[in-house]
């Protein structure tokens, strides 16, 4: 038999089905999420109007539409994204056929892998609990769709609570076998197939290419890029730059990396020792493969290689948190006598357009009998004379720097870097731009530094004769506050949140330390980490294989010990005192030689016991009717707590001998 849900039960699914829904926005496609939004409403709606089960002739165009925007959003079911959508579409789509407690179930169980698929596109702390809590709510949906005894008598909010209680202990039950299995599962190197951490997908971040306009989508977001600890002095906001690629060719609308330089080695590079600092990085997941070492790295992790141009890139692409110890010098000397090809590279323009910009540069390079710092000079001095910082700049036209030389003069570094370049180049010096992100925020408690994705920055760099590649940013020609104070807050106050001083910002940087300990504790427990901590436990050189033989011995003690626990739950368990009491006075009948049938009750059993223990039945007889009428009798509730307590204790004391 398989009874017919209820109103309140199918309600029970809904809800579930929606905080199922609110935990996967965060990688699933915003047509596809909003469909499925609709799909639950129209089953909210179908279930109002009594219609559970939806005919076929309103299922199967639902399942078309759901495939034919599972295809357009995703590109294909098959996939990590393509196949966990699916997954979830039809979940939704089980809402119209959802007549039956047994359908509700299927329904709960589907949830509930549909919970694990969430981590495959995130693992961070918040999303974690919050889809510990939607586990725990299809403990509940199960329980209560399997109790079909209850009647329409039972109120839906004790059926709600039941479910919760008893999801509460299964839960809490579960722990210690999670634990185990935590630590003595075998880990990889790396993430299974290859997926990533976080998903990456509409992810903002540094890109090796750069056109006037493309980091603005940075500076929306103000998640971290990554954490900064100190060894000794920190240099000063000015001079916190923290390096990402280096941009040497410029088609007329955007600049990029140049393979001249991929693989050169670092020349000649002198620094003083006051400059040198070390420091650890622990890198957020980016699916690229460069780090951002402050300025120019001295020592760089294992796995990882700079280039020529002061590059850090790693062997492989950084798609889970990564932890690396750096050392730096953020004030030096490099290629006072540049590799070959190097000044060449950093000249080149298009053959055509922008001529005005060209024009001015000419006449600089003219003026100032080509004399560099003059030149450069010019060019920062009308940055600082005549133009504006804004995150919201007017667009440009085809000749960008044209356009925003001589008619827009207003932007951020992109525009400041893009442009100056160029009028570098075409004055004949020679220029390289940088990508990467300036200053970060002090996290006092927990003593490191955030870097986030809103401190994303672009600057330049200039060959000068006897010095070598120097560092020159026209934005602190503009706005110098967002390079001295490394804060874009303080070069635009109205770009900053509400969150991000005063109370807000404690509060905030108390929650990233937290999620600091949980990326160091959880997600960064990898096979170097299982191997120390077993190691400090006594067990060391510990194999996959020796960890799969412990984890099946502790898997099996703690799957032996759900069975028993499950099977004790089998017993109907009571706090009542009384009952309790009634039961050791029934035990000692027992071992008297007058064992209880199951289904004999309390007075038969009792008038059964007093004649086969006579010397003791006046006491049998009356602990008997005192109990029934205690336990069944109708002013039962009007007794008194401490009658039941005396009564409790008479029943504990009885002694009877055959």
């Known amino acids: 038999m398989n009874p017919a849900i209820d109103r309140s ?89 959802t007549a039956t407690l047994r359908d509700a179930r299927v329904t709960a169980a589907a949830a509930l892998f549909f919970c694990m698929i969430g981590f495959l596109f995130g693992q961070g702390m918040l999303l974690t609990l919050y889809f510990c809590l939607v586990a725990l709510a299809c403990f509940v949906v199960l329980h209560v769709a399997s109790n079909d005894r209850d009647d329409a008598s039972v109120q839906w909010f004790d059926r709600l609570r039941r479910g919760l209680r008893l999801s509460a202990r299964v839960a809490t039950a579960a722990i210690p076998l999670t634990l185990i299995v935590f630590v003595l599962f075998p880990r990889l190197s790396s993430p299974l197939w290859g997926a990533p951490w976080d998903a990456t997908q509409g992810k903002t971040g540094i890109s090796d290419r750069m056109r006037p306009g493309q980091l603005s989508a940075l500076w929306n977001d103000d998640s971290p890029a990554f954490r900064v600890t100190f060894e000794g002095a920190v240099p000063p906001p000015a001079s916190r730059y923290w390096r990402g690629p280096v941009l040497w060719s410029f088609d007329g609308q955007e600049w990029s990396r140049s393979d001249l330089f991929r693989g050169s080695r670092v020349g000649a590079l002198s620094y003083p020792p006051d400059s040198v600092v070390d420091y650890e990085v622990l890198m957020e997941p980016s699916e690229r493969n460069w780090w951002f070492p402050l300025d120019f790295a001295l020592q760089t992790p294992e796995g990882t290689r700079i280039g020529g141009d002061g590059q850090v890139t790693s062997f492989r692409p950084i798609i889970g948190p990564r932890k690396a110890n750096f050392r730096s010098a953020w004030r030096y000397q490099l290629d006072v006598n540049p590799a070959l090809g190097q000044r060449w590279a950093a000249l080149r323009l298009p053959e055509t357009g922008n001529a005005r910009a060209r024009a001015l540069a000419a006449g600089w390079r003219s003026t100032h009998n080509g004399n560099a710092d003059a030149i450069i000079d010019a060019a920062l001095q009308m940055f600082h004379r005549d133009f504006a910082y804004t995150l919201e700049p007017p667009p440009l036209g085809v000749e960008t720097v044209d356009d925003f030389l001589f008619n827009t003069k207003a932007g951020y570094c992109e525009y400041f870097a893009s442009s100056f370049a160029f009028l570098m180049r075409a004055a004949g010096v020679p220029t390289r731009i940088v990508t990467g992100y300036q200053g970060g925020s002090y996290n006092a408690s927990g003593d490191y530094w955030i870097v986030r994705n809103s401190d994303a920055h672009a600057w330049t760099e200039v060959w000068l004769t006897g010095r070598g590649w120097v560092r020159v940013d026209p934005t602190a020609a503009v706005a110098p506050e967002r390079i001295n104070r490394g804060s874009l807050s303080a070069a635009l106050p109205e770009a900053a949140s509400w969150y991000s001083e005063g109370w807000g910002a404690e509060w905030r940087n108390r929650f990233d330390l937290i999620a600091r300990y949980w990326r160091q504790a959880v997600i960064e427990f990898d096979a170097v980490r299982q191997r120390n901590l077993l190691q400090q436990v006594g067990l060391e050189d510990m194999s996959w294989q020796a960890l799969g033989g412990g984890l099946l011995v502790f898997g099996g003690i703690g799957l032996l010990l759900g069975v028993w626990l499950s099977l004790r739950g089998l017993t109907p368990q009571t706090r009542d005192p009384l009952l309790l009491a009634y039961r050791r006075f029934g035990a000692r009948l027992a071992r008297a030689g007058v064992a209880r049938a199951e289904a004999e009750g309390p007075i038969t059993f009792g008038e059964r016991a007093a004649q086969q223990l006579p010397s003791a039945a006046p006491a049998i007889l009356e602990l008997t009717r005192r109990f029934a009428e205690q336990r069944y009798g109708v002013s039962a509730n009007d007794q008194d707590l401490s009658h039941r307590l005396r009564l409790a204790r008479e029943l504990r004391a009885f002694r009877s001998r055959r």
């Open 9 to 97: 039960r199918y309600a029970l699914v809904l809800a579930l089905d929606t905080l199922l829904l609110a935990g996967q926005l965060h990688w699933m496609p915003a047509v596809y999420a909003l469909w499925l939004g609709l799909l639950l409403l129209l089953a909210t709606w179908l279930a109002r109007q009594r219609v559970r089960a939806a005919p076929a002739l309103i299922r199967i165009p639902l399942l078309f539409a759901t495939l034919g925007l599972l295809v357009y959003s995703t590109g294909s079911p098959i996939g990590r994204e393509g196949g966990s959508a699916l997954l979830g579409g039809l979940i939704f789509l089980k809402l119209f056929e």
